[in-house]
């Protein structure tokens, strides 16, 4: 028993710094019809960044299971988490699509509204939305499980350890997923899922022009000043704070963000 769980302990070692290994990796973004050079890559889980030069190409440091995001304002924003594959390749290709709009982008003011976000919020009355939980219609309330949490669940299952009467038993999967790194992984997977549904609810909410002319950003860069609000620890607060308590928080990232190099060009 004694030398099984020596050698259950030096595979799962081996595994762990597998899992730990940090690499340069060399990309390069395609398309055909634009031009990919000042592509910002974002590697959400060291934080890090880096852009492409003229001929698309970057570089950046990774390990398995990070999620890069990938951002320009003439392409759909895109994210890629590192396998394996990705990890071991001498060249890693994105080919990004083309952000194409086919009408101009019309501003409705419904409700009486002036312009200025400070002054709507406080004076906007609107009819609550009839849903299920309003009708209080049964399991109304049960909000459903994203893929990485169903994940974290399998992964991190049961007790360590289980009593049955004199036996005991040794939950391995739990143990071996929190030795390898998998646990965590899917943990970090779960926060960044939270993150990204957060990041979506605040442009439904106030917009990106609304964000650009509130916070003195050009729009085209509404979407690298998100990246820098969602990299922050204190931004899934936000989910918790009232509408005018986060274009506030955000109204002070914006000035935080003016000062970094994600506004420079």
């Given at each position: 028993?004694?030398?099984?769980?020596s050698?259950?302990?030096?595979?799962?070692?081996?595994?762990?710094f597998?899992?730990?290994?940090?690499?340069?990796?060399?990309?390069?973004?395609?398309?055909?019809?634009?031009?990919?050079?000042?592509?910002?890559?974002?590697?959400?889980?060291?934080?890090?960044?880096?852009?492409?030069?003229?001929?698309?190409?970057?570089?950046?440091?990774?390990?398995?299971?990070?999620?890069?995001?990938?951002?320009a304002?003439?392409?759909?924003t895109?994210?890629?988490?590192?396998?394996?594959?990705?990890?071991?390749?001498?060249l890693?290709?994105?080919n990004l699509?083309?952000?194409?709009?086919?009408l101009?982008?019309?501003?409705?003011?419904?409700?009486?509204?002036?312009?200025?976000?400070?002054?709507?919020?406080?004076?906007?009355?609107?009819?609550?939305?009839?849903?299920?939980?309003?009708?209080?219609l049964?399991?109304a309330?049960?909000?459903?499980m994203?893929q990485?949490?169903?994940?974290?669940?399998?992964a991190?299952?049961?007790?360590y350890?289980?009593?049955?009467?004199?036996?005991?038993?040794?939950?391995?999967?739990?143990?071996?997923?929190r030795?390898?790194?998998?646990?965590?992984?899917?943990?970090e997977?779960?926060?960044?899922?939270?993150?990204?549904?957060?990041?979506?609810e605040?442009?439904?909410?106030?917009?990106?022009?609304?964000?650009?002319?509130?916070?003195?950003?050009?729009?085209?860069?509404?979407?690298?000043?998100?990246?820098?609000c969602?990299?922050q620890?204190?931004f899934?607060?936000?989910?918790k704070?009232?509408?005018?308590?986060?274009?506030?928080h955000?109204?002070n990232?914006?000035?935080?963000?003016?000062?970094?190099?994600?506004?420079?060009?």
């Amino acid at each position: 028993m004694q030398k099984y769980l020596s050698f259950l302990m030096l595979l799962t070692t081996l595994f762990t710094f597998s899992q730990e290994q940090t690499r340069l990796l060399n990309g390069k973004v395609k398309n055909l019809n634009n031009d990919v050079s000042d592509v910002l890559i974002v590697n959400l889980n060291s934080k890090k960044s880096t852009i492409t030069d003229s001929l698309g190409q970057f570089k950046i440091e990774v390990k398995l299971k990070d999620s890069l995001r990938i951002t320009a304002v003439q392409y759909l924003t895109k994210e890629i988490i590192i396998s394996e594959k990705i990890f071991d390749t001498n060249l890693f290709l994105v080919n990004l699509v083309e952000n194409v709009i086919d009408l101009e982008e019309v501003t409705v003011t419904p409700y009486n509204l002036t312009g200025k976000i400070d002054l709507d919020l406080k004076g906007l009355t609107i009819t609550p939305e009839i849903t299920s939980s309003t009708l209080d219609l049964p399991n109304a309330d049960i909000e459903k499980m994203t893929q990485s949490e169903r994940l974290l669940i399998e992964a991190d299952r049961g007790n360590y350890v289980n009593y049955y009467g004199i036996a005991l038993t040794i939950n391995t999967h739990k143990i071996m997923n929190r030795l390898s790194g998998r646990t965590k992984a899917f943990e970090e997977m779960v926060v960044r899922d939270e993150k990204m549904k957060l990041e979506k609810e605040i442009i439904a909410k106030f917009s990106k022009k609304s964000m650009s002319k509130g916070f003195d950003i050009p729009e085209t860069r509404i979407d690298e000043f998100l990246t820098y609000c969602l990299l922050q620890d204190d931004f899934l607060e936000l989910s918790k704070r009232s509408t005018t308590e986060v274009w506030e928080h955000l109204k002070n990232k914006s000035v935080e963000f003016s000062q970094t190099d994600y506004s420079k060009d």
